[in-house]
């Protein structure tokens, strides 16, 4: 059985973490194929935005701490090199050309609420429920859950969320700003999809270059940003996409991007 679904409507590409049994909890297969399929889909023109969810009743409960106690024991060295890969998909993603939207059902603890933070946009089930859970095995936190907490929600609450280990419902993190869409749980995939349908149909090389200024800006100077995105701007101006939105202006109609 694939630990990673895929599947297409037209311009949506949906991915579907396949460990229902385990709550989607991470594994060294499940992983190999999202870095795969994120990087393969980010350079499909055909594709126009990628919705990531888990299969059964939860979007991913992290780490598959079963299979932690099956392994042996390992070094410090083989430690570092294990999540040095693994933790490539929160990268993979961030960097992606393509809208990465997390349809979040039922729990996202751990590296799942990694997966979930690290997503450009969040459609979330009322019944959801995220945790970094990490304090509870004695681990310190991964897959950049530090870095896009602090971000988000500032130094704060992400200290009180790793520190105390706190749960939160999918109203808490709405409050919080961490939610895109609250959606009824039966409506989830309907409205994550037409969500992704909506944002399939824009300009779609604007968008990468929108998602890599936004990159920079996180941590580059403004001089650094100004530069880029004149180099964006510039690029975005010589594609067909912009003639068309030109034409589509000036005619006054809808465009029709094509992703070139």
Known sequence: MSELLESRDGKVATLTMN????????????MRAMIEAFGRLGRDISVGAIVLTGAGRGFCAGGD???????????????????????????????????????????????GFSLALISDFRVVGRSAKFGTSFASIGFSGDFGISWLLT?????????ELLLLNQRISAEEANGLGLVTRLVDDDKLMEEATAFARMIAEGPSVAYAHMKRNLFAAETEPLASVLELEAMSQSRCAMTEDHKEARAAFLEKRKPVFQGT
Not at 151 to 159: E, S, V
């Open 151 to 159: 971000q988000l929600i500032g130094t704060i609450k992400a200290r």
């Open 19 to 30: 460990r229902p049994d385990a709550m989607n909890a991470v594994s060294d297969d499940m």
């Open 65 to 111: 701490v079963k299979g932690m106690a099956a392994r042996r024991e390992r070094t410090y060295e083989e430690r570092i090199e294990d999540l040095r890969w693994k933790q490539q998909i929160s990268l993979v993603i961030r960097t992606c050309p393509k809208v990465v939207i997390a349809a979040v059902n039922g729990a996202a603890m751990g590296a």
